[in-house]
């Protein structure tokens, strides 16, 4: 089984920063991607940014500039670094593994239990 543990999430004014955090947690020998991706009220779940294990990035357009996805290898985490933060950035964001490679030849992909981000105006 892996899980995957997220943190940072909360209330911040327009304008402000928040850092979140997710932890891989299992027996896993690697992943190939982390993401975040995160869903608005009333809204569908949507990519925000993504991080391969050899540190390409990709974003999506409304973050661009804003925001800076990182992870550390070794520890199985990945970072989102969130500036310039926006009331339309207010959601839901979930954490996410791609292939991550577990005993047994297996592969899985997981997913995070989510953080709320509150952005007010």
């Known amino acids: 089984q892996v899980q995957l543990v997220e943190s940072g999430g909360g209330l911040v004014q327009a304008g402000g920063s928040l850092r979140l955090s997710c932890a891989a947690s299992g027996t896993i020998f690697s992943i190939n991607a982390m993401g975040w991706y995160r869903q608005p009220p009333g809204k569908q779940r949507e990519l925000v940014a993504i991080i391969t294990s050899g540190g390409t990035t990709n974003y999506t357009d409304s973050v661009k500039g804003r925001f800076t996805i990182s992870r550390d290898n070794a520890e199985n985490t990945v970072y989102l670094q969130m500036n310039s933060l926006k009331p339309e950035d207010t959601a839901v964001y979930y954490c996410?593994?791609?292939?991550?490679?577990?005993?047994?030849?297996?592969?899985?992909?997981?997913w995070g239990q989510g953080t709320l981000v509150t952005v007010s105006s």
């Open positions: 996410n593994a791609q292939r991550v490679r577990v005993p047994l030849r297996r592969y899985l992909d997981a």
